[in-house]
Structure formats: C-alpha cells, structure tokens
C-alpha cells in the first residue's frame, strides 16, 4: 500500500508544483475575475508554461541538475505561497455556477469515471517504459540531467526537435524516477478531462461533462496513453485549451490561447497541425476587421516565441535549424537524402493508402478499421465516435454559446484531420482532436435530452453516459482487470517491485563492461536503462547505423575502424529481424575473435553482447 500511496501522493505533488506558478502570473493576466471559471485552467497553463521556459533555460545554461531542481520547486512553492496569502480571495462572476447538474449524477459520474481511471493509475505506476518513451521521451532528459543540460545525442533524431514536454520529464526524473515522469503524462489525460468539464460549464452546458469524458475515455489510444510515458495527451490538453479560449473569450483569453500555441510549438515537429488548426478558429470566430490582428497576436507571435530557441538549438547542435529535413539545402550529420528518402516512404505507408479513394474512406477507415501495426494505423477508436459525430454536426446548427463553440471546434478538427493525413497517418497523433469531437457531442446529448423531456434531461443524460462507458469501454476490459490485478502486487511486493524495472541485458553491460564504454546498440533503440554511453538508430526504417557502416563494405578491418572512431568499444545485438541491410562486414566482425569477442548472451538468444578488439595499427597488434 505504501508503494500506491507513495505514488499517488507524488503525482499530485507534482501537479501542484507545475500548477504553483500560475498563481503567481493569473493575479496580472486576470486582475479582476473576468476568466470566471476559465481562471483555473489559465493558471494551469501559465504555471506549466513557466516550468517550461525555466527549465529550458536552466538545460541552456548547463544547470539542469537535481539539487537545482529541488531548490527551483522550493523557491517557486514559497513565492506562490507568500503571495496566495496576501492576495485576496477572487469572488466568483455571476452566472458562473454549475446550475442544472443535479448531486446525484455529480456522485455517479464521479464514480463510474474513478472506477475506470484508478486501473489506468495502477498500470501507470507500474516500473515499465514503452517503447518511444525508452527511445526518447525519458531517455534523453535522462542523458540532460546526467549533462547538466541540452547534449547533442548522436543519431538521434528526435533529441534535435522541440521537447518541452520532455523538459517536464526531466523535473519528474529529477525529484524522482521515471515511474514520476509516467504519472506526468497519466495527469494531463486527467488535464484533459478537466477542460472539458471547464468547457461544458462555461457554455452552460453542466450535463455534457459527462458524456464527453465518456467518449473520450472510450477510445482504445487514449487508455493506452494514459499509462505511459508520452506526449499527446499534453499536446491534446494544450490543444483544446487554446481552442477554448480563443471560441469564448473572456477578459485576456486571446492571450492565453496565445500561451497554449507556445506549448504546442514546444511540444512536437507535428504540433504545427495544432497550431494551423486554432489559427483557422480564431480566424473563423474573429471580427473582419480583428483578424489578423487576433492572428498575429494569437497565432504568429507565440509560435515565433517558443519555436525560435528550438530552432536555434537544432542549428547550434546540427547546424541545420530544422533538422534532417531540407538535408540537401541545410545539411547535418549522420544523415543523407537516401535517408531522407526512406523516411518519408515509410511515414507515407503508414495507414492504408494515399490514393483519392482511400482518403474517401479515410474517416469511415480510421473509426472501424484501427488495430495493431502500422497498416492499421497503430491504434483503436471507438466505433461511437461516429454517431458522436453526426451529434457534434447537429450541435453546429444551434445558435446558442455551445453551438458557436461546436461550429468552429469542428472547423479546426476538420482542418487538422486533413493535415494528419497528408502526414504520418498513425491514430495516436489523432488524439488532441478527440476532445473537441467528444464535448460537441456532449453538448448535442444534452440539447437533445432536453428537448425530449427538461426535468428528466439529467437522467436521460446519465443514461447515455454509462451506455458510452459500457459500450466504449466493454471491448478493452482486459486493460481494466489487468490494472486491478497490478494492485495486488503491489500490495504484496511494495517498493521492491522496482528491482525488475531494469532489463536483464542491461544488467548484462552494467556488471561486464567498464564504465567509460560505448555501445553500438543493433536492431535495438531501447535505452533509456542502458548504464552506459551508445549509439542507436531513431528509425529501423531509415537506419542512420546501416548508413554509417554501409561504406565497410565486406571487409571487418574497415568496419572495426569505423567503430574505433566514434569511440564504439562494446556492441549490443538483438537478434530480431528490423528489415535493416547491414553490411557483409559486421558478420564477419562478429564471427571472428580477432576482432570481437563474444562476452554474453540472454538464455532465450535474444540479446548478445560483444566487446570490440582494440587494434593498435602503428604496431600491428591487438589489445
């Protein structure tokens, strides 16, 4: 219980720390009250978006360490404090409260939703890093603590674009392990959750809240998010906060959508879709005369902002602002416009096809047909999505606020639905429109109720809310009961269900090779628990190591040069087939001890671990 509790008590101490300095800013950016119930959502943003910008100045600067940290969390939490207690307390704006949301399904919605969300929690705790997360979400803010700050990490690609989701990572891991980091990412799906009901309110629209957290939760991606270490769900909360307070303003909300594009600048390459998205609501919600001046204010502005210091980073550690792309124009190193190439094939299959028919059917294709791998678009929506949408459409005919928000909601939905599939058409990068889709409908489940019948709308709206959780969440019961059946080892083993966070091959290089080592890690790019310094492709489907040995050709004295001049000592293998084309060399490398030596291997064969001969070339002879 102590290992839950422990947990529990961090992941909320950490929301409270990112939330702390927002209150300190909200007292400038709303002085008088006017955001209402907006204030809180805006004072989350501005505490995340200040934790953001200092923690990139603190990697800029090379004093990302923990102590630093620490002392940084302490300072903020006093300020916050000092200033809370002689800060008068905000009265809440008429018309403002919850009116119409009986206590009844206040209880059950809360409820139902705990229900599916303490599984979500358990598994979240559990000491296991997925996939991208052990490339790069954790990885590389784990390499800028060990730094002290921003370090060029070669050959991988993802560690050149902007990461101000990562820099978040890197506090968790600095006040704490990745297991905190994890949590982070479980805390903005909460996030998200919140601004919907903050959205449904604001409209008055009390009941919507709960059909929307329904449909949201309802899809397979967004479960699976919940519980690792990655970034759509920010980039969906960043996402949907900027398009509610560019649809409603109140007071400064121009300016504070304005701080949700800086988010999303920060957060990914692909976060522009986003951005071109809120650009296109707030041109559709803007006064002619007001709309470039909203734009330029809303838009333009804070993507300068918060794109140009990656921007230069990127250049500082490639020499190309934007790398890889543009190679042959920008250049950068370990790259090479037949990389390029494959890159952009391989992104391009992902899906199930790029011909006019097929983008037809997209939308039919992306509800039904989602499963595992690529062709499949790498994830599931729930089929309800569809009559949520027919809802979210009917709900754009109305005339009141709700509708005003459905109408240009949806029109920045359409937009980066069109943007996602000219690119990477993989499910999960489909997430940060999931909101809005989920709270239009929500509006039109309840507009509907009260059409057929306003005294029993909140049951009818209760209703259709546990059919949505029912049907929604029915098919993915296995990642409920499995999160349930965590607790009961963690109850049993407590803290000690850590010792099995770290992989047996890692511990293999841990305990066999020395500690100024470098790997070459193949046909793995895992590596966030590898205690040791290496090399790792980004991408199997465009293989920077195969490019990089390519030249070795058939002969292993070349090969072993290669290696001897990027300071490669050691070589980590696993032995599952990537499609990646080494050269002949690498085998012959491997198969003679003359030039690597053969220290380990994982009972199942999996993993293998050589140590590359030293050859001193002057004398002719080998060490």
């Known amino acids: 219980m102590t290992y839950i509790l422990g947990r529990l008590l961090a992941a909320v101490a950490l929301a409270i720390v990112l939330y702390l300095p927002g209150t300190i800013l909200i007292r400038w950016v709303d002085r008088n009250g006017e955001l209402g119930l907006l204030r809180h959502l805006a004072t989350a943003l501005l505490g995340i978006a200040t934790w953001t910008t200092l923690l990139f100045m603190l990697a800029t600067m090379g004093l990302l360490?923990?102590?630093?940290?620490?002392?940084?969390?302490?300072?903020?939490?006093?300020?916050?404090?000092?200033?809370?207690l002689r800060e008068r307390q905000m009265t809440r704006p008429p018309g403002e409260s919850a009116a119409g949301c009986p206590r009844w399904l206040v209880a059950l919605g809360s409820l139902l939703l705990v229900a599916c969300l303490v599984p979500l929690f358990l598994l979240a705790i559990a000491p296991v890093v997925s996939w991208d997360a052990d490339v790069y979400h954790l990885t590389v803010p784990k390499l800028w603590l060990a730094a002290g700050g921003f370090v060029d990490v070669d050959m991988n690609v993802y560690s050149q674009w902007p990461l101000g989701v990562e820099l978040l990572f890197a506090l968790a891991l600095g006040i704490d392990d990745f297991v905190l980091a994890k949590l982070l990412h479980f805390v903005f799906g909460l996030a998200t959750l919140w601004s919907l009901g903050v959205a449904a309110r604001h409209v008055e629209r009390p009941l919507a809240v709960w059909p929307a957290c329904a449909l949201f939760l309802a899809n397979e991606v967004v479960l699976f998010e919940m519980r690792v270490a990655y970034i759509d769900l920010a980039y969906a909360f960043f996402f949907f906060s900027g398009l509610l307070f560019a649809l409603v303003p109140r007071g400064r909300s121009l300016a504070l959508s304005a701080v949700c594009v800086g988010l999303l600048i920060s957060t990914k390459v692909t976060?522009?879709?986003?951005?071109?998205?809120?650009?296109?609501?707030?041109?559709?919600?803007?006064?002619?005369?007001?709309?470039?001046?909203?734009?330029?204010?809303?838009?333009?502005?804070?993507?300068?902002?918060?794109?140009?210091?990656?921007?230069?980073?990127?250049?500082?550690?490639?020499?190309?602002?934007?790398?890889?792309?543009?190679?042959?124009?920008l250049g950068g190193p370990d790259w090479n416009a037949s990389l390029g190439a494959q890159l952009r094939t391989w992104q391009s299959s992902i899906g199930m096809g790029r011909e006019p028919l097929d983008y037809l059917l997209l939308p039919v294709r992306v509800i039904f047909e989602g499963g595992q791998g690529y062709e499949n678009f790498d994830g599931r929506l729930t089929p309800l999505l569809l009559p949520a949408l027919a809802l979210a459409i009917w709900m754009t005919r109305q005339g009141s606020p709700a509708g005003r928000f459905a109408r240009a909601g949806l029109l920045a939905t359409a937009l980066y639905f069109v943007t996602w599939a000219a690119s990477s058409q993989q499910i999960r990068f489909l997430i940060p429109i999931l909101p809005?889709?989920?709270?239009?409908?929500?509006?039109?489940?309840?507009?509907l109720a009260r059409r057929i019948h306003r005294r029993r709308a909140p049951v009818l709206v209760a209703a259709?809310?546990?059919?949505?959780?029912?049907?929604?969440i029915w098919p993915t019961t296995s990642t409920l009961t499995a999160g349930w059946r965590s607790a009961k080892i963690f109850l049993d083993v407590g803290d000690a269900v850590m010792e099995s966070a770290v992989p047996q091959h890692f511990r293999a290089v841990d305990a066999l090779t020395p500690a100024d080592a470098k790997l070459l890690m193949l046909n793995t790019n895992r590596g966030f628990f590898n205690p040791r310094s290496f090399l790792a492709d980004s991408f199997f489907e465009a293989s920077q190591i195969a490019a990089w040995l390519a030249p070795s050709g058939d002969d292993p004295v070349a090969l072993t040069q290669l290696l001897h001049e990027r300071g490669v000592t050691h070589l980590l293998s696993e032995q599952v087939p990537r499609g990646i084309v080494y050269p002949r060399s690498l085998d012959l490398m491997l198969a003679d001890p003359r030039f690597a030596v053969g220290l380990w291997q994982s009972p199942d064969r999996r993993f293998a671990l050589w140590q590359i001969v030293q050859h001193d070339e002057d004398r002719g002879s080998q060490r």
């Open 271 to 329: 976060s522009v879709f986003g951005v071109l998205a809120i650009a296109a609501a707030i041109a559709y919600h803007a006064a002619p005369k007001e709309r470039w001046k909203a734009l330029r204010l809303g838009v333009i502005l804070p993507s300068l902002i918060a794109g140009i210091p990656w921007s230069v980073k990127t250049f500082l550690g490639t020499g190309n602002p934007i790398y890889p792309f543009l190679h042959e124009v």
């Open 464 to 472: 259709i809310f546990v059919a949505i959780l029912g049907v929604g």
């Open 65 to 84: 360490r923990t102590p630093i940290l620490w002392g940084a969390v302490g300072a903020v939490s006093l300020a916050a404090l000092l200033i809370r």
């Open 436 to 447: 809005v889709i989920a709270v239009a409908a929500g509006f039109g489940i309840e507009e």
